[in-house]
């Protein structure tokens, strides 16, 4: 049975889906089955998959809205080696569409029972605000994956968004779990940013993950050809970054397995 994980966080712009985009493909290349979920209308993650947004045949519109099978609407060739459910504009309509459905918010979840079997992780790119498509994310996650840049006040958002995520899910998935914190965008020439890692480490221990993203420019320059960083510099940083990032859940997923093993 595959992980599902939903990298969000209701900032714009602190690196969801650079982070969907690239872990996915990390994944990927440790030979695991992935499927990535573009949620967001902007369409930034399929189109930084080497998907076109205005050419796909379906999307996350038709998954949730007209409930097509999952393997109608999944496209299995990207430049990232894992499999992706699109998104563009026809996404923000499903937002609209869904608000009148009864069990709206368990869209997704019920859409994803089938394809839970055929992957080994599935990672959701949350939109940058919290609406029915983001509480469908959540509704269907394990867990969450935040994002976040080490600025001032970040801490204060962080707990803002844990509040939010607790309030949100208590309904309808008691048994979400944060996955881990992810310092993006890192500089640590920047006092402040260390001390804000700092204090993150403090607040959050163990869910802060030791993996931290770099600034880079490869990072911000690979969607506008198409593919995630491993396949346009692989040497770069930021791709070294994110493999780092995915051996890292790997290892920690490994030994909560042992963990419920022993005990069991
Ligand atoms: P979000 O999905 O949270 O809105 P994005 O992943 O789209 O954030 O990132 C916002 C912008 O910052 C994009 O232009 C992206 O290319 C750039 N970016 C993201 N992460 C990095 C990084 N580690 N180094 C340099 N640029 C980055
Ligand atoms: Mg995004």
Redesign the pocket.
Known sequence: MGKVIAIA?Q??????????VNLAASMAATKRKVLLIDL?PQG?ATMGSGIDKYAVHASAYELLVDEKPFHEVVVKETAGGYHLIAANSDVTAAEVRLMNVFARELRLRNALKEARLHYDFIFI?CP?SLNMLTVNAMAAADSVLV?MQCEYYALEGLTALMDTINQLTSVVNADLKIEGILR???DPRNRLANDVSEQLKQHFGDKVYRAV?????R??EA?SFGTPVMYYDKGST?AKAYLALAGEILRRADKKTVKTSISA
């Not at 900032?11 to 982070?19: D, E, I, M, R």
């Not at 993203?213 to 420019?217: E, T």
């Open positions: 966080n900032k714009g712009g602190v690196g969801k889906t650079t982070t969907a967001d930034n790119d940058p994002p993006t965008m890192y993203i770099p600034r880079n420019v990072l911000a969607p930021g």
